[in-house]
């Protein structure tokens, strides 16, 4: 992911997230040197993610297709390249966040493997309130 991508970026996320990252989340990504990764087919940007990295492991913060392209397997490709690029760099667990509304989110994450192993009380801005986050994560 380029700055020169965040245009598109943005769109994306903000058609697909009722409480989207701005710009400036995507941009301080990109600055602090995280793996921000896009996924275009056909040259049309379809998704991209964003991935942190620590000690012995990686950590998801945004994996997202465009609502044109979901249910195509993108999702799981991005994934799939996630996982790999985690391996890559020496990560022996990757970590993520997931609304627990999110069933489609959890069907690909545990399809790969990936378990619950906590919760996170009010972690994401919702309609009138908050929602919880079940933290998820893969030994690789």
């Known amino acids: 992911m380029l700055v020169s991508d965040l245009p598109h970026v943005v769109v994306v996320e903000q058609r697909i997230y009722p409480f989207p990252w701005t710009e400036g989340n995507f941009r301080d990504a990109i600055v602090s040197g995280y793996d921000a990764t896009v996924l ?53 667990t990757l970590f993520l966040e997931v609304r627990p509304s999110n069933a489609a989110g959890i069907a690909l994450y545990e399809g790969l493997g990936f378990r619950r192993i906590g919760v996170r009380r009010g972690y994401y801005p919702a309609d009138g309130g908050r929602e919880d986050a079940w933290v998820m994560s893969l030994p690789l």
């Open 40 to 92: 275009e087919f056909g040259g049309v940007l379809v998704g991209y993610r964003v991935m942190m990295f620590g000690p012995g492991e990686a950590h998801l913060l945004n994996l997202s297709i465009a609502d044109d392209w979901q249910r195509r397997g993108f999702g799981r490709q991005l994934l799939l390249a996630s996982l790999h690029d985690a391996r890559r760099a020496g990560a022996a």
